[in-house]
């Protein structure tokens, strides 16, 4: 049997395609069953982050392995099988153990050197054995994993490299600042309750805000969650539990709100995120729902009018005539022309690449006009300087045939964002908050999308280095121990052997010497089993240590073929072997 693994991950898929696959709990628990259920594995596990998804198990045929486990995975996930196939790695054998060790050492992780993800391999691990999908090879697999990611926890400096996900999402949030002096004072919603909530609820209460509000679906939860925090004795926050139905009304008190719940479809929509920040955002920012609306009919295809470029108010034309009326009997229809980013919209781009006879017809029309009417929405150019303009432009269109266009356009002026009021940390996968929230003024929205933008330019720690020969010779030492595990059975099998022959010659000397006293024929016992013992020893300890080297699994098939040992007793032995560690591992079913 050998280790495989299958999956995806922050690495190798967009967040997109990770939110669409995550796996919430009773799709973990089908695909372990099915996993095991399948003909090429024996045993599964599953380990799910907010930032990846990875199926891991025992197999007796790689590319038959690869295909069920693909399979599996698409299946369980909802992603079409062609459509997740890109986003998929693959790793066999050592390779698979080296993947698993870096991901426990946070060498892997979106935070590099985060030490969370430790508690979501033991949580992989313990749901594996209560399904009794996990056999010898995966209890001692990510065991092993959990000690080598302590090991490089307490004995380097990874730490120094990142912190959780939370600690870099807040530092994030808080632009840079010290998270301690943005998060004094402040009024915190979390919401949720699980492993990354509770982390986050603790993270702001030590960073000294002033209040923590708990939300989650089931309000025991949130209720221990919050006299957790109340009775800490390295905190002095105020916390108290509320049902997910009061979470609006708590957003309109809230400085900061962090959400990873398990749920399938948004938790705060971009309406209720508005909704609550209406009325705190400095005077002089634009209306967020009235963004929120505009947004809409954009997404329908209506047009907005440049920032900065000149364009006239809606209702008039560029010589501030009311109406479209305003522009009867002109020769060009200008309002039917595209605006170009840093051109107004009847200015130089109306008449880029305009045949010099349209523009002189334009200009008369200008010319005989009539003159504009002052309406307190528009300043009206000159009709003799629009004319001399339009004149001389057509001059250059005499000359070159047509009106070059313009090719540098013009910066666009952007209005100043308003400092943010409500700052919101979505670390659920797939989403709690809606990403349009990003858009919201007085809203600034960190999520794992932007985290993961944020950790690609994280500096790293000269500790990763040594982390780095930590797991590879950690995984030299795990494949030494598989390799010198997978010939102890056919050890044992020899060894039976030995015991059968030496009991089979007592007995036929017995038969011979009936006369043979007991004191004689224990002598004569213990000497065949010594020689026996004596003649055995150097091979099998040799064959071990060969074994144990890459390229030693041929010394099982070696020994069984020169002592002609019956294959099904050394699977016997396997299977006893197995049954043992499985028990003791898994504990009482």
Known sequence: ?????????????????????????????????DTVAAEPATEAAVLATCNRIELYADVDKFHAGVAELSTLLAQHSGVGLEELTPYLYVHY???????LFS??????????????????????LAKAQDLHTAGRLLNDLFQQALRVGKRAHSETGIDRAGQSLVTFGLEQLALGADVQEWARG?????IGAGSMSSLAAATLARAGVAEVVVANRTGERAERLAQILADGDDTDVLARAVPMDSV??????????????????????????????????DDGAPDIAADLGRDA?????????????????????ARGLPGAAADENCPLDLPAVPATPGFSLLGEAAVAGMPAAELEQHAAWVDNAPGPQATGQATALDPAEEADA????????????????????????????PAPVLFVLDLAMPRDVDAAVHRLTGVRLVDIESLAEASADAPMAADVDQVRRIVADEVAAFGAALRAAHITPTVVALRTMAADVVAGEIARLEGRLPGLDDKHRAEIT????????????????RVKQLAAEPGGAGYADALRTLFDLDQETVAAVSRADNDSENSKNRGPA
């Open 1 to 33: 049997m050998s280790l495989l693994v299958v999956g995806l991950s922050h690495r190798s898929a967009p967040v997109s395609v990770l939110e669409r696959a995550a796996l919430h709990a009773d799709a973990q628990v089908k695909l372990l069953q």
């Open 248 to 281: 609006p009304g708590e957003l309109t008190r809230a400085d900061v709100v962090v959400s990873c719940t398990g749920a399938t479809g948004l938790v705060l929509t971009a309406g209720t995120v508005a909704t609550a920040v209406r009325g705190r955002v």
């Open 297 to 317: 009919r954009l997404g329908a295809g209506e047009a907005t009018p440049l920032r900065g470029s000149g364009a006239a108010p809606s209702g008039t034309n």
């Open 93 to 99: 054998e050592d390779r698979a153990v080296h993947h």
């Open 103 to 124: 991901v426990a050492c946070g060498l892997d992780s979106m935070v590099v050197g985060e030490g969370q993800i430790l508690g979501q391999i033991k949580d992989s």
């Open 186 to 190: 402040k009024k915190a919603l979390v």
């Open 526 to 541: 213990q000497t065949v089993k010594r020689v026996v013992d004596k003649l055995l020893h150097a091979p099998t300890v």
């Open 390 to 417: 339009i004149a001389a432009l057509a001059a250059l269109a005499a000359t070159v045939g047509r009106i070059p266009e313009r090719r540098k356009p013009e910066p666009v002026v952007e209005a100043p964002r």
